[in-house]
T-cell receptor, first 114, second 122 residues
Framework: GENVEQHPSTLSVQEGDSAVIKCTYS??????FPWYKQELGKGPQLIID?????GEKKDQRIAVTLNKTAKHFSLHITETQPEDSAVYFC?????????????FGTGTQLKVEL | EPEVTQTPSHQVTQMGQEVILRCVPI?????FYWYRQILGQKVEFLVS????????KSEIFDDQFSVERPDGSNFTLKIRSTKLEDSAMYFC????????????????????FGAGTRLSVL
């Protein structure tokens, strides 16, 4: 089955700096890669997603890049703000495959310091 | 904005007891899921449910677990005889359609998560 690895497990940045979180996946059939943000006391919330037919997607300060050959994808947050502090999870899934299950990474605790 | 609602937020139970975790998915969604997250570990898929039957389940979802949609709005996860290792955060999620029907429309595939129920087995 699919296995998703994520690093780093914790990341501290100064406000205004960029943050990068990286994930690798094992199943070449996976073709959908969402990123979720989990704030304290809340469930994971989707912040951006990408399909394998594109290499990059941007939404304001957030971008995701995908390298299908190397089977890795990354989340980039620019101009970080204190409200970006949260746990971020990457995930992978095969959209047309057997089921709808998401396979998650281990999560990254991002702390944006003033 | 519509959201997935889970109750209770925290459930404490004795080992061997049955628990029922409740979820109200987003109203026009047809596909429902349970995931769990043991403290400090990954979010893990348990089961997906569509059209009143289990669509897929993981190896974690053994005979002690069951899911049900008892009425038009609730989706429940039952653990028959809880074990210490069942202590975790349980997340319910829902999506609008199954992926095979909507692979061309990413928005319909998005899984929306509830805030979770923290289950503590003593």
């Amino acid at each position: 089955g699919e296995n998703v690895e994520q690093h780093p497990s914790t990341l501290s940045v100064q406000e205004g700096d960029s943050a990068v979180i990286k994930c690798t996946y094992s199943d070449s059939a996976s073709n959908y890669f969402p990123w979720y943000k989990q704030e304290l006391g809340k469930g994971p919330q989707l912040i951006i997603d990408i399909r394998s037919n594109v290499g990059e997607k941007k939404d304001q300060r957030i971008a995701v890049t995908l390298n299908k050959t190397a089977k890795h994808f990354s989340l980039h947050i620019t101009e970080t703000q204190p409200e970006d502090s949260a746990v971020y999870f990457c995930a992978a899934r095969h959209l047309e495959g057997g089921g709808n299950k998401l396979t998650f990474g281990t999560g990254t605790q991002l702390k944006v310091e003033l | 904005e519509p959201e997935v609602t889970q109750t209770p937020s925290h459930q404490v139970t004795q080992m061997g007891q049955e628990v029922i975790l409740r979820c109200v998915p987003i109203s026009n969604h047809l596909y429902f899921y349970w995931y769990r997250q043991i403290l400090g570990q990954k979010v893990e898929f348990l089961v997906s449910f569509y059209n009143n039957e289990i669509s897929e389940k993981s190896e974690i979802f053994d005979d002690q677990f069951s899911v049900e949609r008892p009425d038009g709005s609730n989706f429940t996860l039952k653990i028959r005889s809880t074990k210490l290792e069942d202590s975790a955060m349980y997340f319910c999620a829902s999506s609008e359609t199954p992926s095979r029907r909507a692979s061309g429309n990413l928005a319909k595939n998005i899984q929306y998560f509830g805030a979770g129920t923290r289950l503590s087995v003593l």
